[in-house]
């Protein structure tokens, strides 16, 4: 069978009327979206232009994320069973959220028989945790533990960072090397702004480090094999969707300012956002398998599903639920097989690409008055 000759090809215009009729309205304007000042959508998109949206490829070949889960630790016996059992029940990159800079005994109770060269982690430090105290005391951990430092990898976040600390940065690439440091986190102080305003702040924080950096006389291939976002994924599919592929496409072209020709991953953390969650649980899990498809399809390299309540308290069962979500659409519904799947939706491609030009235009404007 001959698809062109079977079906008759249908115009935009017929396309146009049949949703005027379906959907019982005068004209598609009165059924624009209008997400921002800036950003405008109606109903439906067609191949009526070309599109010059794309993601940073790299040497992705799959999207093949990584299921996260958080983890508090107080006592590090307890730290190191639920770790363990995580782990053996999928978790791939656990992340440890730390009050104080452990000893060298506290860091073997933790990690007993936890092999940190066949995973990555993702480390979260309070105000009290002083940075660089934190990466000598881990380094000489895994350096009596491991042949090979960078054999141990994951994401160093220090909360009382209000903008990134050459010393510390420096420390890390030198005693940590597996570690990304620079990590920008797109939702600071959680205030309801435009996407393309977190969008453009990101961009702004990014530049201002590499500058920095620079000064010290790291190279931009070194700074930018430490960048890592971090974000979270809201109820509005759509939008979570495109704005981490937005994500992607601004902090490549910025890079491409700095002379790096090839491609590389974009680095995303992703978290599914509380703030959406109502009383029940069961209905919050859907709504958090719903932020999960986006920011998978985004192409997110760790996610994390919050626990199904406004407290974030996880309890053994909520957290195997939460697991669940993502072992369901990896290994059920196969969405780790395609890069991008997004693209070529001509919707999600125009809503991408006024992002990143809305984005871009706030981006550029902070830099003149600079």
Not at 66 to 79: M, T
Not at 88 to 108: D, S, T
Not at 174 to 187: A, E, R, V
Not at 199 to 207: K, P, Q, R, V
Request: glycine share 4%.
């Amino acid at each position: 069978m001959k698809l062109n000759k079977e079906f008759k090809p249908v115009s935009i215009e017929d396309w146009e009327n049949k949703l005027i009729k379906e959907l019982k309205i005068d004209d598609l304007s009165q059924k624009q979206w209008k997400i921002s000042d800036q950003i405008e959508l109606k109903p439906a998109y067609f191949k009526d232009k070309k599109r010059k949206i794309s993601l940073p490829v790299g040497s992705l070949r799959m999207n093949n994320w990584s299921i996260g889960e958080d983890f508090k630790i107080g006592k590090f016996d307890k730290g190191n069973k639920e770790l363990l059992e995580a782990l053996m029940a999928g978790c791939e990159y656990p992340g440890i959220k730390l009050g104080v800079v452990p000893k060298q005994k506290e860091w073997a109770v933790l990690f007993k028989n936890i092999k940190l060269n066949f995973i990555h982690l993702h480390f979260e430090l309070t105000k009290e945790v002083k940075p660089l105290a934190f990466i000598r005391s881990f380094h000489s951990y895994i350096n009596k533990n491991y042949s090979k430092t960078k054999s141990v990898k994951g994401i160093l976040s220090f909360a009382h960072q209000s903008k990134q600390d050459e010393k510390v940065i420096s420390l890390a690439q030198d005693l940590l090397p597996g570690f990304k440091s620079i990590c920008i986190n797109l939702q600071q102080g959680r205030k309801k702004i435009a996407a393309e305003q977190v969008l453009a702040n990101a961009l702004i924080e990014l530049e201002s480090c590499i500058f920095d950096l620079l000064q010290e006389g790291l190279s931009i291939t070194k700074i930018r094999d430490k960048i890592v976002f971090r974000t979270f994924s809201s109820k509005g599919f759509y939008l979570s969707l495109s704005k981490i592929r937005a994500l992607k496409i601004l902090v490549m072209n910025l890079l491409k300012a700095y002379k790096l020709k090839k491609d590389f991953e974009v680095p995303v953390v992703c978290y599914s956002d509380p703030k959406d969650y109502v009383k029940d649980a069961n209905t919050n899990n859907i709504i958090a398998s719903t932020q999960t498809m986006a920011a998978i399809l985004a192409g997110v390299d760790r996610l994390v599903v919050s626990a199904p309540n406004k407290s974030g308290k996880h309890t053994q069962f909520s957290r195997r639920v939460s697991r669940n979500i993502q072992h369901i659409m990896k290994m059920e519904s196969n969405l780790d097989l395609v890069y991008d799947s997004a693209a070529g939706s001509y919707f999600l491609d125009e809503l991408t690409e006024q992002l990143v030009d809305a984005a871009w235009r706030i981006f550029v404007a902070h830099s003149k008055e600079e």
